[in-house]
Antibody
């Protein structure tokens, strides 16, 4: 069974840090890009960061560059998001997701086909 | 960054209705567009990728179309589980931006 399980969320003061983890199972983890998406209370989805299969490429939302770091451990089938210098506006449910990754007509297409249940990050004094 | 604009932001419909949701990109993204459905309190699930391709295991009754800057999600025959929020997302260029969402409510 395909499964993604996030952990590491919690309540933290502004300026604080958290490390989110996403443990995966049921598929060959090293074959897939992985992505973190967040959703502030009552708001829409916001893409946060993605990491390539071997970790050689990482991409970030501008507002988190220099504060968040995405990483992965293919031996542990896990992806991580280190959150530093947290701000009130970082409060959200954070989801990890697998990028399905399909080749159609020679072009590569993303699409998040497996999601975790989310972990809640609350930044408040 | 590429901006994604969905319309309408909400709509009311009945079970069995045909519903169409639009998504417009601020610049051409080819067919690098996905659609997601999010039920209350749940993680999103993928409905369509590459603008018109259904992934294995996707719920039935959904179709996608479009290329360039204009895209459409069509729900043929609304089911009770389809009353939810729908998001489009471009994956042509990082950051992979989402549209603001369309809430489909029961009339």
């Amino acid at each position: 069974e395909l499964q993604l399980v996030e952990s590491g969320g919690g309540l933290v003061q502004p300026g604080g840090s958290l490390r989110l983890s996403c443990a995966t199972s049921g598929f060959t983890f090293s074959s897939f890009w992985m992505t973190w998406v967040r959703q502030a209370p009552g708001k829409g989805l916001e893409w946060v960061a993605s990491i390539k299969r071997d970790g050689s490429e990482k991409h970030y939302l501008d507002s988190v560059k220099g504060r968040f770091t995405i990483s992965r451990d293919n031996a542990q089938n896990s992806v991580f998001l280190q959150l530093n210098s947290l701000r009130v506006e970082d409060t959200a449910v954070y989801y990890c997701a697998r990028e399905g990754g399909w080749y159609l007509g020679g072009d590569f297409y993303f699409g998040m086909d497996v999601w975790g249940q989310g972990t809640t990050v609350t930044v408040s004094s | 960054d590429i901006q994604m604009t969905q319309s309408p932001s909400s709509l009311s419909a009945s079970v069995g209705d045909r519903v169409t949701i639009s998504c417009r990109a601020s610049q051409s993204i080819g067919t690098s567009l996905s659609w997601y459905r999010q039920k209350p309190g749940k993680a999103p699930n993928l409905l369509i990728y590459a603008a018109s391709t259904l992934p294995i295991g996707a719920p039935s009754g959904f179709s996608g179309s479009g290329s360039g800057t204009n895209f459409t999600l069509t729900i043929r025959g609304l089911q009770p589980e389809d009353f939810a929020v729908y998001f489009c997302q471009q994956s042509h260029t990082f950051p992979h931006t989402f549209g603001g969402g369309t809430k489909v409510e029961i009339k």
